[in-house]
């Protein structure tokens, strides 16, 4: 059982209650410390608060500049799906039309080995020597510039599977083992695309060896051969082009087309810069450029003239990103040669407050002077 002492001292004293008297002095003496410790967590959950809206804003920017990573102002339009068309270098690309036919598409070699009992059957051992070049029928003609690659089977690597994984490792070859479903098994040998980069495979076996011998094409090219390595043909504007690849980058400045199939008629295609797409991309980045400037505007205000000041005034480190925010659109930009360019050449304004605008005329004009 508690006593109140105090209070059983003054029952025949002054009548005051003393217990009352002693929590009002501590209470006294210790409210201002509570209030100036309550502030502080009061200020400090705030400036928390603010670094999180402003990681936030930021975090905005990221994925503005993540998501038109690659885009591009240029509209590439194609009505056939036998080619499509993509910008692959913004600097080089400029309007075209043009009618496009595909005769035939850009093919790689198919060798086959046949009559393997498993993947895991030796193969003997020795080298086989791969040449790069044109197979005329049984004629080969060597790749000018083009080096040749051997492969060493010993007995650490003498079964099928070994051979196609270091066939694999050669540039310009690719090899699988394949089950053909009748109880045999297949080594598939590819090239490159084009016809300038079949394969010629020349084996040379170990003394006492046998069975290497069935992978050599070198004068048997015609019945190991199951497709032939051609390039791809193509008519652009009544020119007729050849090409060893299906993806071209050369044929006009700027694009990258893709043959996907040959063609019954002419297909249309065209690249033109689309201002109606360019305005809205930088009018994209005008709103998350002023979304973040405002916030870090708001937070670090210095409370001057009798204005409230931000819960982050004076930050350091926010006022060393609003510096950098500046700077994105003060500086010039990269990516032009050696001409410097500038994001109000576009039309982009500053306003007084630091934030920017751009009015759609505006760009559109800037846009046509470009």
């Not at 060493?152 to 690719?174: E, F, M």
């Not at 480190?317 to 930009?333: F, H, K, P, V």
């Not at 109000?344 to 005329?361: C, Y």
């Amino acid at each position: 059982m508690s006593v109140d002492y105090l209070s059983a001292l003054n029952n025949q004293g002054s009548g005051l209650n003393i217990t009352q008297i002693v929590d009002s002095l501590v209470q006294a003496e210790t409210a201002p410390l509570t209030s100036q410790i309550d502030k502080k967590i009061q200020k400090k959950n705030q400036q928390i608060s603010g670094y999180g809206l402003v990681a936030a804003e930021l975090g905005k920017m990221k994925d503005y500049a993540a998501s038109i990573k690659g885009s591009t102002a240029f509209s590439v339009s194609s009505d056939s799906s036998a080619v499509s068309v993509s910008v692959s270098d913004q600097s080089q690309a400029t309007d075209f039309n043009a009618n496009l036919s595909i005769s035939a598409l850009a093919s790689a070699q198919t060798l086959e080995f046949t009559g393997f009992t498993s993947k895991t059957e030796t193969i003997g051992t020795g080298t086989i020597n791969i040449e790069y070049g044109k197979w005329d029928s049984d004629n080969f003609s060597p790749k000018s510039g083009a080096a040749s690659n051997s492969v060493t089977i010993n007995s650490s690597n003498n079964t099928l599977n070994d051979l196609a994984k270091a066939l694999n490792d050669l540039d310009g070859v690719t090899a699988t083992v394949t089950n053909k479903g009748n109880g045999t098994y297949s080594l598939i040998v590819n090239s490159a695309t084009g016809e300038d980069n079949a394969l010629k495979m020349t084996v040379n076996e170990d003394t006492g060896s046998s069975g290497l011998s069935a992978f050599d094409n070198s004068t048997t090219n015609n019945t190991k051969q199951v497709v032939a390595a051609a390039d791809a043909q193509l008519n652009i504007n009544g020119v007729q082009i050849s090409r060893s690849s299906n993806t071209i980058t050369d044929l006009i400045d700027g694009y990258e087309f893709k043959l996907n199939a040959t063609t019954s008629s002419t297909a249309s295609i065209a690249g033109r810069v689309d201002p109606d797409l360019a305005f809205k991309q930088v009018k994209d980045f005008v709103d998350v450029f002023n979304s973040a400037n405002n916030a870090i505007k708001d937070l670090t205000r210095k409370g001057l003239n009798g204005e409230e000041a931000g819960v982050l005034a004076r930050d350091s480190l926010l006022e060393g990103i609003q510096r950098e925010l500046r700077n994105m659109i003060s500086n010039g930009l990269d990516g032009y040669d050696d001409t410097t360019r500038y994001i109000s050449e576009l039309g982009v304004k500053t306003e007084r407050d630091g934030s920017i605008s751009i009015s759609e005329a505006d760009f559109k004009k800037a846009f046509e002077r470009e």
